[in-house]
């Protein structure tokens, strides 16, 4: 299958990063909180790739600028999620170190993308601050 434009941004491959981080963790804890907690946390951080996805694709500077706001909220919930399985003793250091290097470099990427979208700003090239692909 051939990779869509989105994919190849580094925002939207850090949100698979971090989706798929979670899903590890989660799957592994036992069926309540998994049902519970680990049910809002997965979807929480799916929602964030989805987001930009679903931006890339709707063909206005606009519409991609609304659903990359709703990214960040997706981000933050995910975080709230995330306070609340370390507050219960769900994580373990290493994943807690994971976890936060990955949110620590997408929220800044997140902006960084969404001050990118745009008339005058499509010249940019520098895909480490935008998340942006440089051909």
Do not use: C
Not at 21 to 36: E, G, L, Q, S, Y
Not at 96 to 106: F, G, V
């Amino acid at each position: 299958m051939a990779r869509t434009q989105f994919e190849e941004l580094k925002v939207y491959q850090l949100a698979e990063q971090l989706a798929d981080a979670i899903w590890t963790i989660a799957k592994n804890w036992p069926v309540f909180v998994r049902n519970t907690l680990g049910n809002q946390l997965v979807r929480a951080g799916d929602s964030i790739g989805a987001n930009i996805a679903e931006g890339a694709g709707r063909g206005s500077f606009q519409d991609n600028r609304r659903f990359i706001r709703i990214a960040r909220g997706s981000l933050n919930e995910t975080q709230h999620w995330l306070r609340r399985a370390f507050k219960r003793g769900l994580l373990q250091p290493d994943e807690i170190t994971r976890l936060k290097t990955l949110i620590d470099e997408l929220g800044p990427r997140l902006n960084a993308y969404l001050k990118s979208i745009g008339p005058g700003n499509s010249r940019r090239t520098d895909s480490e601050s935008t998340g942006i692909p440089s051909n």
